[in-house]
């Protein structure tokens, strides 16, 4: 089925869910998007399809990874997945931003649309925030709150503690009690609908209680226009929390079996060949094995920014040697520690930077590898 959205609507995108601990910790207040601050980011669809994340200025992307049970295809969606999608976290996660990813609601069998989007996008649980974008358009179930209430609890069961945040729009004022003090919101709420940048102070900041706010689908960043600017009420260790509540990088509790993949082919005379499966990026390959840099990669469109499950990726060689008397750089907008790093041949885990966190840096700071 063709999606029936022609273009985005004015609160057309996503829902979060809350860990109730953090319910105080995020009720800060609105800053720019600077060190000890709240975050300003942005979301992403298959209306975006080919963002150049990694140059766009944000501390975070959310990425739209699923529809339904799959049964839409629309732009770069394909039964129901966002084939961009890897492409878009594996760019986020490569220039240092925080990451989410969420679930566009079709209003089938709750706990269906749950397995499908965990068992499409299981590898980036635990790492970034997940969401569940709930909305009129598409949706049948819109108004049924025991609907969202399955769908949270089967994503809970499945991850081993993960509770998405919930993202709604007009609605935002009658999400039941029960709903609002278990799962961190996300409300799509806009003063108008001019173009504007970020805003430290958006309209109506925290009258629901959000842990996060969509204040514009009309937004201009340096890479896309228009876009939807977002503003998190917390800083990075807060958003971390929310993704990984427990502290475990595995589920506690197994979850349903996943179709059968492809099996690894072993790896050739000349480095490395895999058969990528959903939630896999290059980037994170080329960490596991220590096989930089990613233009050694090879991927069977011939662009090392896309490729899909089941395709075959390769790696050529060995790691290049890094210079024993390490390098340094003054960062500029839109550099990366990882890019910087990989094209001489480092590892970011050999880098340093002044906050002495690899993934917090901003212009003018210098960044040394040895």
Request: with cysteine; proline share 7%; charged share 15%.
């Amino acid at each position: 089925m063709v999606n029936n959205k022609d273009k985005p609507k004015p609160w057309h995108k996503r829902l979060f869910a809350k860990v109730t601990a953090l319910a105080a910790a995020v009720c800060m207040m609105l800053l720019p998007a600077t060190a000890h601050a709240d975050m300003q980011g942005v979301d992403v669809s298959n209306w975006q399809c080919g963002i150049d994340i990694a140059n766009t200025q944000a501390d975070f992307v959310v990425v739209g990874t699923t529809w339904g049970t799959g049964q839409v295809n629309n732009n770069c969606l394909v039964s129901g997945v966002n084939t961009d999608a890897n492409r878009m976290i594996a760019q986020a996660q490569a220039s240092g931003k925080k990451f989410g990813l969420y679930h566009y609601a079709m209003g089938g069998n709750p706990e269906a649309e749950a397995q499908f989007f965990y068992r499409n996008t299981s590898n980036y649980w635990h790492h970034g925030i997940v969401a569940l974008d709930w909305e009129l358009d598409d949706n049948p179930a819109f108004g049924n709150w025991d609907w969202v209430r399955r769908f949270m609890a089967e994503c809970e069961r499945l991850s081993g503690g993960v509770r998405p945040l919930l993202y709604t729009g007009p609605v935002a004022g009658t999400i039941p009690s029960d709903i609002r003090n278990r799962y961190g919101l996300w409300i799509a709420q806009y003063a108008n609908m001019n173009p504007t940048g970020y805003q430290a102070n958006p309209w109506m900041i925290g009258a629901y209680g959000e842990a996060m706010r969509q204040y514009s689908g009309n937004g201009l960043v340096n890479t896309w226009s228009p876009i939807d600017l977002n503003i998190f009420r917390g800083e990075a260790w807060q958003w971390d929390l929310y993704a990984n509540p427990t502290g475990s990088t595995a589920p506690s509790k197994p979850a349903p079996a996943a179709p059968a993949q492809p099996s690894t082919p072993p790896a050739n005379t000349n480095g490395i060949s895999h058969v990528m499966q959903w939630g896999e990026t290059i980037w994170g390959l080329a960490v596991a094995n220590n096989a930089w840099p990613l233009s050694a990669w090879h991927t069977p469109s011939g662009d090392i920014n896309r490729y899909y499950v089941g395709d075959v990726v390769t790696y050529g060689g060995p790691t290049a040697p890094a210079s024993s008397t390490g390098v340094s750089k003054v960062l500029q907008w839109g550099d990366t520690v990882w890019d910087f790093a990989t094209s001489h041949g480092y590892s970011v885990s050999r880098c340093t930077v002044p906050s002495g966190n690899i993934n917090v840096y901003y212009p003018g700071d210098v960044v040394t590898c040895r």
